[in-house]
């Protein structure tokens, strides 16, 4: 046992965060900081900077893009990424559809859409949910026949995050009413400039828009956009959504928060001293720092196993660092929202994004993005399976009930 | 950045836990206990047989150079087996402080005795007042001729009943909690001046409260005045120790209460079928991993040199197993329902031995105020 990294991957960290420093743009980080919305610009230039670097898909087949790193190469890079802190490459693309089509698509599918997604010259979004099918996810109705060479797609998909900037969108669709739920899906991928597929906004309690109503009215999807087999679509969104619970535990970004924190409580003053020296609130910093902690060695000691297996097969434990991960960003916003006091109340939301508005901040210039971050990280406990699944998987993939 | 064990190591393990699954089920444990000094003098022997009792010590002394990672190992299985004997008092602590601390001719006196069993010597340091400061020293150390005189009452002395010999701490200069001017003295149990009242703990442990009057000693373990570092040191070996042991308790107690959800049948059906007793099942599991993450931490960062790195690992290992543990003890009983209320169920035995590993060198509060105090894990 021996908690220090080789020399080799010190150096390797140490290149990764020299790379983060000097190509990450300012105003880019700036944002991140402060906790503000990224423009979709944003995320396509800090895409294809990475990409140019050969990094935006380092996990992915070497063929492909893929840089053959070690689990901990891999760790190291995203934890750097997150501290930077910078956006992560899209991930409907780079470790949701990229994987999957990399695993089962067909070679021309591979030669189609990866180098695209690569360099996020496709903008990709998630189909899975529908208003009846959300954690119980294989009820999913939308439906998908198969006439002529096409597959006719009528159904709804919900919480489509970024469907309003999206190119295309990876579906789950029933296409044997008659199987049993689980067998009769298809993953399909289509076009989202397609005559009849209408994306209509839904604005979350933050007053954001990253969610959208995706809906499908006869949508005519050729059928070479079926991934691997049909009806077993079910098994490709398995392998999905491991991919999608290892890289969730977020250690690196909560580590960025909690300095970001740490400097506003130090600005805060409370009682004639700032807010960082209140006992109470002092302690209730450390909490989620030792939560963090541990947090950050079970995810090293799940990428240490991973390395030992040699395999991609999902480790259930995973679900704890999807479940702990999420917590702890939950935990680190409310403590920003309380950091500000009073100033959390103005509404400035509106305003993000208004070019024409140039009046001053309300309140501290930090303050503004805080409340709505706060109410925004609800979503972590339910998205990606909610928490209470992974509880499920828990208890009867690890504990056996 | 490894978590596993090398070949020895897992031997190490290997023999530890089939010793302890031969001769401590919870029946032995039980009349170990009413043994006269609480523990088992047999088993101590097997440990002194199997090299536990000098793994720390150098080879010359008759142990096996083992480090940190060693200890985890065996605590961890201690912990599961809830062991009562004073593994952590004679070994760790008064073996550490004489191997960290004490000079060649006191090194080659002592650890041999350890190793071979021979000797039990337990570290004499909390007092009523200090609570969870280890600086907190009101008994006095005074110069008399080539020796020291020792004036003052110790509290809650691990296994000091069972004692032949204490390293006790005491002021020679400075105010009650300064960290400058604490001596570590050998004190013989039997000398004149010196009395030990013997008690058990609510784990089924043993400690003792010592108190010295006029107790006089010609040995000095460190510079006498200059021993606080190494009083802390040590200290956060036992932390580390103390994280393994309440790791193996956790989880002997979390594999219980799963095992009982599976066999247990209320309403015709096993209690594990429960979604509401799933996700409590759930939530301690991840109470234990995230446990086992920081023991894990500790253990590794025990024998740093940099002090307040090592000191802030361990107040934050000692807070998540403190937290961890009350919350596994508290739903393990919860789980098991009457059973786990009677002293006949070894889950309750569990909850009292984590309950008091929270308590043994400051509690999750403590620590907790330690790390705020000190700027945090993360760097602002």
């Known amino acids: 046992m021996d908690l220090r990294f080789t020399p080799d991957e010190i150096a390797f960290r140490d290149e990764v965060r020299a790379f983060m420093r000097s190509a990450l743009p300012a105003a880019i980080r700036d944002k991140m900081i402060e906790g503000r919305r990224l423009a979709k610009d944003d995320l396509v230039t800090w895409q294809r900077i990475l990409n140019a670097k050969g990094w935006a898909v380092p996990h992915w087949p070497k063929e492909w893009g893929g840089t053959g790193w070690s689990p901990v190469q891999l760790y190291l890079y995203r934890d750097e ?133 995706v809906f499908f009215d006869d949508v005519k999807v050729p059928a070479e956009n079926l991934v691997g087999e049909e009806n077993k679509g079910w098994n490709y969104a398995k392998f999905l959504l491991g991919n999608e619970r ?112 140039n009046e001053p901040a309300i309140g501290p210039d930090w303050a503004g993005s805080l409340a709505p971050q706060y109410f925004n990280m609800r979503k972590t406990s339910i998205y990606g399976g909610s928490n209470e699944i992974q509880k499920n998987i828990i208890a009867k993939a690890i504990l056996g009930l | 950045m490894d978590f596993a064990l090398n070949d020895e190591q897992r031997l190490l393990g290997e023999s530890v836990e089939r010793l302890l699954a031969d001769n401590y089920t919870f029946n032995a444990r039980k009349r170990y206990g009413q043994e006269p000094e609480g523990w088992s003098r047999a088993m101590w022997r097997h440990y002194a047989e199997l090299g536990l009792l000098g793994m720390p010590f150098d080879e010359k002394y008759g142990g096996s150079a083992g480090g940190p990672v060693e200890t985890m190992i065996v605590m ?86 069972s004692a032949a010999r204490f390293l006790v701490s005491a002021r020679l200069s400075g105010g009650q909690r300064d960290q400058a001017g604490i001596g570590l003295f050998l004190v013989d149990a039997k000398s004149p001046g010196v009395s030990v009242r013997g008690y058990a703990t609510v784990d089924g442990m043993r400690a003792a409260e010592l108190s010295l009057s006029g107790a006089r000693t010609d040995a000095a373990i ?102 961890s543990g009350r919350f596994i003890g508290q739903q393990a009983i919860q789980i098991h329902g009457g059973i786990g209320m009677t002293m006949e169920h070894s889950v309750g035995h569990y909850f009292k031995r984590v309950t008091t590993i929270d308590t043994m060198f400051g509690d999750a509060d403590y620590h907790l105020g330690l790390l705020a105090e000190t700027g945090g894990l993360v760097a602002a």
């Open chain 1, 81 to 213: 990424m997150q501290q930077a802190p910078a956006p992560e490459p899209l991930q409907f693309g780079v470790n949701m559809v990229g994987p999957v089509i990399a695993t089962f698509g067909n070679g021309a599918q591979k030669q189609r859409f990866l180098p695209r997604i690569a360099n996020l010259d496709d903008w990709w979004c998630q189909g899975f949910s529908e208003p009846g099918a959300g954690s119980d996810l294989a009820s999913l109705k939308t439906s998908a026949r198969c006439v002529d060479g096409y597959y006719i797609v009528s159904g709804q998909k919900t919480w489509t995050t970024f469907a309003q900037y999206a190119d295309w969108i990876f579906c789950l669709v029933r296409t044997d009413p008659a199987a049993k739920k689980q067998e009769g899906i298809s993953f399909l991928l289509i076009e989202m400039k397609t005559p009849g597929i209408t994306v209509r906004p839904i604005q979350t309690i933050d007053g954001g828009h990253e969610v959208n109503e």
């Open chain 1, 246 to 357: 290892s890289g969730i535990a977020r250690v690196g970004i909560s580590k960025a928060r909690i300095r970001r924190l740490k400097q506003l409580a130090a600005l805060e003053q409370a009682g004639g001293k700032p807010l960082i020296e209140d006992e109470r609130f002092g302690a209730k910093i450390a909490a989620v720092e030792v939560e963090l902690k541990a947090l950050e060695m079970t995810q090293l000691r799940v990428v240490a196993a991973e390395r030992a297996s040699n395999g991609n097969k999902p480790d259930p434990a995973s679900s704890i660092l999807k479940i702990k991960g999420s917590e702890i960003q939950q935990i680190i916003s409310e403590l920003l929202l309380e950091v500000v006091g009073p100033y959390a109340l103005p509404d400035q939301v509106p305003h993000e994004g208004d070019e024409r508005w």
């Open chain 2, 76 to 161: 961890e299985a201690f912990g599961r087996a809830l062991a009562l004997e004073p593994y952590l008092a004679a070994v760790v602590l008064a073996g550490g402080l004489v191997r960290l601390g004490g000079s060649e001719a006191l090194r080659a006196d002592l650890l041999p005795k350890i190793a071979s069993g021979d000797l039990i010597l337990a570290f004499a340091h909390a007092e009523r007042q200090s609570r969870y400061n280890l600086a907190d020293v009101a008994t006095t150390a005074r110069r008399d001729g080539s020796g020291y005189v020792i004036d003052g009452t110790k509290s809650l002395v691990l296994h000091g009943d």
């Open chain 2, 222 to 323: 460190g510079t006498p005045g200059a021993t606080y570092p190494l009083i802390e040191r040590v200290a956060d070996r036992a932390i580390a120790a103390l994280c393994a042991e309440a790791v193996g308790a956790m989880a002997a107690m979390h594999e219980l209460t799963v095992d009982y959800m599976k066999t247990r049948k209320q309403f015709g059906v096993p209690i594990g079928g429960f979604q509401v007793l799933q996700h409590r099942a759930a939530d301690m599991l991840i109470a234990l991993e995230q446990a086992r993450s920081m023991a894990m931490l500790a253990t590794m960062m025990a024998a740093d040199d940099d002090a307040r790195e090592r000191r802030q690992a361990m107040s934050a290992a000692k807070v998540q197993i403190g937290r």
